[in-house]
């Protein structure tokens, strides 16, 4: 099983940045994404970032070039460093780990985290 901790949200102004954290314990094998997600209420959740166990990244556009997502293999983590943060950034950040096996694909979520940019 795995169970995914996250931390690192809070209330920040516009501009502002923070880092968000997401610690997986338990085996999520060799072949993975790990990914941050938000939902912002009233709306769908939307995948903000994710990265494979390969390194490979992508993000969505609307934080390209402000936001970046990187793990650490060895300690099962995954962050997201959130720099030039606007209002509409504000949402419940989740951790997403899909973890893919031979028969089956398994999906983990974390508690969710909420980020508020406001001034």
């Known amino acids: 099983q795995v169970q995914l901790v996250e931390s690192g949200g809070g209330l920040v102004q516009p501009g502002g940045s923070l880092r968000l954290s997401c610690a997986a314990s338990?085996?999520?094998?060799?072949?993975?994404?790990m990914g941050w997600y938000r939902q912002a209420p009233g709306k769908q959740r939307e995948l903000v970032a994710h990265i494979n166990s390969g390194g490979s990244t992508d993000y969505a556009d609307s934080v390209k070039g402000r936001f970046t997502i990187s793990s650490d293999n060895v300690k099962k983590t995954v962050y997201l460093q959130m720099n030039s943060l606007k209002p509409e950034d504000t949402a419940v950040y989740y951790c997403h780990v899909q973890r893919i096996q031979i028969l089956t694909t398994n999906d983990y979520w974390g508690q969710g985290t909420q980020v508020t940019v406001s001034s």
């Open positions: 338990g085996s999520i094998g060799s072949i993975y994404t």
